[in-house]
C-alpha cells in the first residue's frame, strides 16, 4: 500500500509539472498571437500609407509636366505673335499644329481680357467661349499659372474622357498681361493613380481638394461632390477635417457607415489636393485569420511536446523526491 502511495504521489508531481508547462505555453501563445498580430496590423498600415504616397509622388510629377508644357506652348505663342494686338483671341490659329499633331493637349484656348476666347481642339475645330465667369480664367489674367479643377471631356469622336485645366498670362514684349492661354490636358494619369491603388475595390479611394471637395473618384472619373454632408456626424466631419489639414502622409480609424474604417491621405507636392484611401477594417485584418490558424496549430503542436516533455521530467525529478520521502519514512 505504502508503495501504491508513492507512485500516486510521483505521479502527482509529474502530472502538476505537465499542467504548468501547459499553462506556460497557452500564455506564451495568447502573448505571442497579440504581440504578431499588432505588428501586422501594423504593418498593412504602414503598407497603405506607403502605397498612397507613391501614388502622391507620381501625380505631383504629373502636374509640373503639365504645367511646363502650358508654359513652354504660352512661350512659343509669345515669341510667334511677335507684336501687341488688340484681339488675341483671333490668333489661336497659331497653335493649330502643337494641338491638332500631338497628344500633349485636348484643346487649347485662347481669351482676351474680356474673356471672350476661342479654342481649338485635336480634330482642328475652332469654338468659342465666353471665360469671364471662369475662376481659372481670373486667376491668370491677374499674372499667375493656374491649376484648374478636373472635368469630364467629350473627344471629336465622342468619347468621354477626363481633363485638365491649366492656364497661363500671355505677356507682351513689356511684360502686360493681354490676354490668357489655358489648355485642357489629357488627365487620364490622374485617374490611374486614383483607381491603383491595391484595395480601392475593398473601399474607396479618391482625389480630394483640402476643402474637402472631392474631385477624382475610383471607378467613378470626375464626381466634383462634397467628402460629407449634412447626415454626417460632427465627430466623422471632424476627423476628415483634420486628415484634410495633413502636411504628411498620414493615417486613422474612423467610424463610417456603422463599421470601422483605416483611412489614410497623403498631401500632393505643391497642390491642395490629397490622395484619400477608406477600407474597412475587417479587410486590413483579414490577414489575421491565416496568422491565428498558424498559431492555433503550432500552439497544439508545443502544448503536446512541452507536456510530454514536462511529464518526463517530471517523472524523473518526481522518483528523486519519493525515494527521499521513503527514506525519511524507513
Known sequence: MRRRGF????????????LMALVASVASGVLGYRFASKELIAQIERSMVAEIALHAEAMATEREDGLARVASLTNSFT??????????????GILYTEVTEGDDFLEVRLAGPDGRSQGINRAGNFLDYDQSGNP???????GQMVVGRFEPYTLPDGQETTALEIAGPVRDS???VVGVLSALLPAQRFQERVEKFSLATEGR?????RDGTILLA???GV???PLWDDATPQATRRQYQELLQATDTTSAAMELGGDRHVVAVAPVAGTDWLLLVQVPERVVVEPLG????????????VLLVSAAIAFVIGRVQARGVVEVTRAMQH
Open 218 to 220: 475610383a471607378g467613378e
Open 174 to 176: 513689356s511684360g502686360e
Open 136 to 142: 481659372v480664367f481670373q486667376a491668370a489674367l491677374a
Open 7 to 18: 507512485r500516486s504521489l510521483a505521479l502527482e508531481l509529474a502530472m502538476a509539472m505537465s
Open 290 to 301: 491565416v496568422l491565428q490558424r498558424g498559431v492555433v496549430v503550432s500552439s497544439l503542436v
Open 223 to 225: 464626381v466634383a461632390a
Open 205 to 209: 479611394s479618391l482625389l480630394v481638394h
Open 79 to 92: 515669341r510667334r505673335l511677335g507684336f501687341l494686338v488688340s484681339d488675341i483671341m483671333t490668333y489661336v
